[in-house]
């Protein structure tokens, strides 16, 4: 399983990590984009090679 983290400082909301992501992990809530549950992450790597400011974090448990 895998946690995924979006740092907020870095985060600008773009959306692409949303639009990208087979599994629909990612969630806009009240215009802000989350990680909702992570049961279904394969850790593809596209949210992360979309996201220009490097904002997420991706780590196995
Ligand atoms: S792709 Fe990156 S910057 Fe864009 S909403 Fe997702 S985490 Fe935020
Ligand atoms: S690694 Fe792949 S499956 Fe996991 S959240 Fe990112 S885009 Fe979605």
């Known amino acids: ?12 909301n773009c959306g692409e990590c949303v639009k990208i992501c087979p599994n629909d992990i990612y969630k806009i809530v009240n215009d802000k984009v989350t990680v909702g549950d992570t049961t279904e992450c394969s850790n593809c790597q596209s ?10 974090t991706i780590s196995e448990i």
């Open 1 to 12: 399983m895998y946690v995924i983290v979006i740092d907020e400082t870095k985060c600008n």
């Open 47 to 56: 949210c992360i090679s979309m996201c220009e400011p490097q904002a997420i």
